[in-house]
Nanobody, 122 residues
Framework: QLQLVESGGGLVQPGGSLRLSCQGSGSMFDYHGIGWFRQAPGKAREGVSSINKYGNTYYTDSVKGRFTISRDSAKKTVYLQMISLKPEDTAVYYC????????????????WGQGTQVTVSS
């Protein structure tokens, strides 16, 4: 059983930066792939970035070159560094974990956090 808590969201101007954190609990955290998903009002949830248990990373096309996912196993935390933020990045961001998670498809993720709001607006 894993519990995930997101933090780091907020209001930022276009072009600004934020770093989201996904803090995990449970001894098996390192054996799970971790993904970041987002859902904007009226839109479907989409996979943004993920890192599998081997350290391979994935990004959706719209964030490539702007977002970076990383993992600190000692802290049981996965980060999503976001730069050059755009209004279309506004959404609730969720982190999720799955033992077999590998990529941006949500079906392989078992555990989900409560989400953190990211708003990009001037």
């Amino acid at each position: 059983q894993l519990q995930l808590v997101e933090s780091g969201g907020g209001l930022v101007q276009p072009g600004g930066s934020l770093r989201l954190s996904c803090q995990g609990s449970g001894s098996m955290f390192d054996y799970h792939g971790i993904g970041w998903f987002r859902q904007a009002p009226g839109k479907a949830r989409e996979g943004v970035s993920s890192i599998n248990k081997y350290g391979n990373t994935y990004y959706t096309d719209s964030v490539k070159g702007r977002f970076t996912i990383s993992r600190d196993s000692a802290k049981k935390t996965v980060y999503l560094q976001m730069i050059s933020l755009k209004p279309e990045d506004t959404a609730v961001y969720y982190c999720a974990a799955g033992v077999y998670a590998d990529g941006l498809g949500s079906s392989s993720y078992t555990y989900w956090g409560q989400g953190t709001q990211v708003t990009v607006s001037s």
